[in-house]
T-cell receptor, first 114, second 115 residues
Framework: SQQGEEDPQALSIQEGENATMNCSYK?????LQWYRQNSGRGLVHLIL?????REKHSGRLRVTLDTSKKSSSLLITASRAADTASYFC??????????????FGKGTKLSVIP | EAQVTQNPRYLITVTGKKLTVTCSQN?????MSWYRQDPGLGLRQIYY???????DKGDVPEGYKVSRKEKRNFPLILESPSPNQTSLYFC??????????????FGNGTRLTVT
């Protein structure tokens, strides 16, 4: 089934720097979502971008979507140690009869060093 | 507080001993889903449910059963667990159909070890 792939797999930065994570997917989508997961905990929804949107902001988060390249990026500005987590993109896939299922990539593990 | 509650948080069992992981949500969501998370493989969907008495297979349904008798509960059943089902399991719910413009709300996970 369709799946997003995040890049890089791991990213280590200093506190205060910006972090950029990328997601590529294979087929057309209706929307793309980004989630965050603290170690061993449940995923938390961060932001959703629709296929007709190119950019979206939420606090220190900026998400872009390029449907022609089938890719998205998540930018976290002025990172903090508390941003240390894994970040996942999720894309919808038509599972038939009008039902869409989210499929997740393998995630980018972000470490922010104080 | 709006939440998805899974129990137990940790479970160690032996091969072949039937077990149930419970999941309950208090948001009146129609959509619920189970995922497993394994290193290097990301999250994979096991089963999902669009509404009461409506369940469908996800990507990795083998060895699992689910039921949706009430809107709030969506238990995951392993009739005869095997070591390859050792994993971190997540239940999630949504007000939409699971892939529309509705975010998923996740439980805190159940770490299952089958020896």
């Amino acid at each position: 089934s369709q799946q997003g792939e995040e890049d890089p797999q791991a990213l280590s930065i200093q506190e205060g720097e910006n972090a950029t994570m990328n997601c590529s997917y294979k087929t057309s989508i209706n929307n793309l979502q980004w989630y965050r997961q603290n170690s061993g905990r449940g995923l938390v929804h961060l932001i959703l971008i629709r296929s007709n949107e190119r950019e979206k902001h939420s606090g220190r988060l900026r998400v872009t979507l390029d449907t022609s390249k089938k890719s998205s990026s998540l930018l976290i500005t002025a990172s903090r140690a508390a941003d240390t987590a894994s970040y996942f993109c999720a894309t919808d896939a038509d599972s038939g009869a009008g039902s869409y299922q989210l499929t997740f990539g393998k995630g980018t593990k972000l470490s922010v060093i104080p | 507080e709006a939440q998805v509650t899974q129990n137990p948080r940790y479970l160690i069992t032996v091969t072949g001993k039937k077990l149930t992981v419970t999941c309950s949500q208090n948001m009146n969501h129609e959509y619920m889903s189970w995922y497993r998370q394994d290193p290097g493989l990301g999250l994979r969907q096991i089963y999902y449910s669009m509404n009461v008495e409506v369940t469908d297979k996800g990507d990795v349904p083998e060895g699992y059963k689910v039921s949706r008798k009430e809107k709030r509960n969506f238990p995951l059943i392993l009739e005869s667990p095997s070591p390859n089902q050792t994993s971190l399991y997540f239940c999630a719910s949504s007000s939409g159909t699971g892939g529309d413009n509705s975010p998923l709300h996740f439980g805190n996970g159940t770490r299952l070890t089958v020896t």
